[in-house]
């Protein structure tokens, strides 16, 4: 069945500095979404992604579905204290209803000032 | 909009008890899905509706689960003969599926779940 792989699973970030972290599908997905838990909250929609090597950008984060809509990258820019959580991905996969979301495990950001 | 609300938030229980959870979408809202997250990994699917259909179950889920919403709003999760295993937050999202396949999920605070 489809996996989602995220990398890596933690991130430890000065605050200022830029960060990727990426996420792999096994399969081909139809779409990606990216996800933000604080601790101690629940996920909370960032954005989602279709097209093959669509990229979006919402201030400091950009968004990126890999032309192969296998992957996806987000990059942080000048990392904030407010961007410590677990960020998450998650994806259908081209061949699933569109319902049932396959998450990664998340990349853990902690910052520090 | 008041966004996802679930009840209760909590539930401590011993094995082989019932529990019941029960989750209340976004009003306008057609699509409920329910989840489940233990420590250090992401959501994990468990079922979803469309109104009052069950459309699709994940087949890790076990003739313990089930999940109504008999009128297309709220919707309950009932887990029989509770396990040490099942401990974990479980979350419910609601979203409007659009026709050009846009589905913003909203996650609502979960219930952890406690068996001892």
């Known amino acids: 069945g489809q996996q989602v792989m995220q990398i890596p699973q933690y991130q430890h970030v000065q605050e200022g500095e830029d960060f990727t972290t990426y996420c792999n599908s096994s399969?081909?997905?139809?779409?990606i979404q990216w996800y933000k838990q604080r601790p101690g909250g629940h996920p909370v929609f960032l954005i989602q992604?279709?097209?093959?090597?669509e990229v979006k950008k919402q201030k400091r984060l950009t968004f990126q579905f890999g032309e192969a809509k296998k992957n996806s990258s987000l990059h942080i820019t000048a990392t904030q204290t407010t961007d410590v959580g677990t960020y998450f991905c998650?994806?259908?996969?081209?061949?699933?209803?569109?319902?049932?979301?396959?998450f990664g495990a998340g990349t853990q950001v902690v910052v520090t000032p | 909009d008041t966004g996802v609300s679930q009840d209760p938030r909590h539930k401590i229980t011993k094995r082989g008890q019932n529990v019941t959870f029960r989750c209340d979408p976004i009003s306008e809202h057609n699509r409920l899905y329910w989840y489940r997250q233990t420590l250090g990994q992401g959501p994990e699917f468990l079922t979803y509706?469309?109104?009052?259909?069950?459309?699709?179950k994940s087949r890790l889920l076990s003739d313990r689960f089930s999940a109504e919403r008999p009128k297309g709003s709220f919707s309950t999760l009932e887990i029989q003969r509770t396990e040490q295993g099942d401990s974990a937050m479980y979350l419910c999202?609601?979203?409007?599926?659009?026709?050009?396949?846009?589905?913003?999920?909203?996650f609502g605070p979960g219930t952890r779940l406690t068996v001892l």
């Open positions: 992604l279709v097209k093959s090597g």
């Open positions: 998650a994806g259908w996969g081209a061949t699933d209803s569109w319902g049932k979301l396959q």
């Open positions: 999202a609601s979203s409007f599926m659009t026709a050009s396949g846009t589905d913003t999920q909203y």
């Open positions: 399969t081909t997905l139809s779409n």
């Open positions: 509706f469309q109104n009052e259909a069950q459309l699709e």
